[in-house]
């Protein structure tokens, strides 16, 4: 599947994300785990995690359309839930000519910010990228996670259960997460959990600020990612 968003949205961003300039198109840098590693690392320090259109919207609802997320995302400087970047970011990798898919994944919930108990079903979803072909030198052609896509069709009804559901903890947690990034190297993240802020750096989580309105802490940490 080809890619939904055009070269000139693709380099813009690339401008959005401050990637490096040996990783533009006009260097053409090979698509190996350099590229892609700097690519994953200035989407997660650029684009946050959250959820707030669950919380703090006129519908609540998830849309999964490439367009809708880049219009979010890009045009309005928003974040979205790992559906959404994800498969934002699919469109992208495909954009800039790697193979990449989607696919399910099961996580577990976190007790006291720990991963703890049984895997859930599937409400996360994962890109897998090939990098090079048998026989290519420094690869060897392997991919990782599942071995089998999901569509769009089987992203909707995961989105529909995630989103909406009384029993999906997205519908009931507010969540905003950004990492940090120092030159080239994430070093940390700050997080809003339904109205704390909190920042990890070196291993260790402190409670920066404890908020009244989930807006103003938004604004006052995330840099104006609510209107």
């Not at 970047?85 to 006291?112: C, K, T």
């Not at 072909?133 to 089998?148: C, E, L, R």
């Not at 905003?176 to 109205?195: A, T, W, Y």
Request: hydrophobic share 35%.
């Amino acid at each position: 599947m080809a890619s939904a968003f055009t070269e000139e949205q693709i380099n813009h961003y690339l401008d959005y994300v401050s990637i490096p300039q040996h990783c533009r198109r006009q260097a053409n840098p090979p698509r190996d785990l350099g590229f892609l590693a700097a690519l994953h690392t200035h989407q997660l320090s650029t684009v946050p995690y959250e959820n707030l259109s669950l919380h703090d919207s006129q519908d609540h609802k998830i849309s999964l359309d490439p367009h809708t997320l880049y219009t979010k995302l890009l045009k309005n400087g928003r974040g979205g839930y790992c559906m959404e970047n994800s498969i934002f970011f699919n469109h992208v990798l495909r954009g800039l000519g790697f193979q990449a898919y989607l696919a399910g994944a099961r996580i577990r919930p976190r007790i006291n910010g720990v991963p703890q108990g049984d895997y859930m079903g599937w409400v996360h979803v994962v890109n897998v990228v090939t990098l090079g072909t048998p026989g290519q030198k420094g690869s060897n052609g392997a991919k990782y996670m599942v071995d089998f896509e999901f569509l769009q069709q089987d992203l909707e009804v995961m989105n529909c259960f995630t989103s909406q559901s009384p029993d999906s903890f997205q519908t009931y947690s507010v969540l905003v997460m950004k990492f940090l990034r120092r030159e080239n190297e994430i070093f940390g993240k700050m997080m809003l959990v339904n109205g704390e802020v909190k920042q990890n750096t070196g291993g260790k989580i402190s409670v920066v600020k404890i908020c009244r309105t989930e807006g103003r802490c938004v604004e006052s940490v995330f840099w104006n990612l609510t209107d």
